[in-house]
Every structure is written in C-alpha cells, then in structure tokens.
C-alpha cells in the first residue's frame, strides 16, 4: 500500500501562484509513476501532469504546460506542483496519485493510477 497525503492548496488571485506538495508513505519503493489531476465541480477528473518516480520522464496537460512545473525530493518522498499564472479556470480540487503497476510510459488515465490523495481544493479568483 501507499499513502498520499496533498496539502499547500487555498486561495489565489488569478496571475499569482501556489505550490502544491504530495507526501507518500508506506512501500514507495514500488511506485512507477506519480501523477497530479484534478476535478472541477461538475466535471470530470482530468490529468493535469504525470511523471516518472525516477524523474526521468515527465508529461504535462496542454492547458498547463508553461505555468505548471512537478519536481520531487527523494529524501522526502514528496513531490510537488508549482502552479504560476494561476487562472480561474484552474479551480480545482488537486488530487496526487501514484500507480505502482510497471509502465514504460508516462500514464494519463485516471484508471492507471492505483492509490490517491485525499485532493486539496485550489480556488484561483479573477
């Protein structure tokens, strides 16, 4: 099992910035990739960046591309999503997920992702 746990979420004016951080616990040392999506209210839950655990590779939805960035610190076991030029449409509930099963690609799916984060609401005001 793995655990998620996201937090740095809250309040923003749209142009500003905020950085979302996803602490995993438990057998890390099988995840594949970690991931980051997100749900609006009313929609469904889309995919917003994925990347390697090895940091090797990384892919990033076209409407964030440029403004979104994830890194990681291994030590930590944490990865994070610098969000800047936050836009309204960027409000969200942020979720962390990682997939455990092997891959040889960077997943996009929400269905290729095994264990969750709780999410962390994201509200960007214009």
């Known amino acids: 099992q793995v655990q998620l746990v996201e937090s740095g979420g809250g309040l923003v004016q749209a142009g500003g910035s905020l950085r979302l951080s996803c602490a995993a616990s438990?057998?890390?040392?099988?995840?594949?990739?970690m991931g980051w999506f997100r749900q609006a209210p009313g929609k469904e839950r889309d995919f917003v960046v994925g990347s390697r655990w090895s940091g090797s590779t990384t892919y990033y939805a076209d409407s964030v591309k440029g403004r979104f960035t994830i890194s990681r610190d291994n030590a930590k076991n944490t990865v994070y999503l610098q969000m800047d030029s936050l836009k309204p449409e960027d409000t969200a509930v942020y979720y962390c997920?990682?997939?455990?099963?092997?891959?040889?690609?960077?997943?996009?799916?929400?269905?290729?992702?095994?264990?969750w984060g709780q999410g962390t609401q994201v509200t960007v005001s214009s």
């Open positions: 997920a990682a997939r455990v099963r092997t891959t040889f690609v960077v997943r996009t799916l929400r269905s290729e992702y095994d264990f």
């Open positions: 438990g057998r890390t040392f099988s995840i594949t990739d």
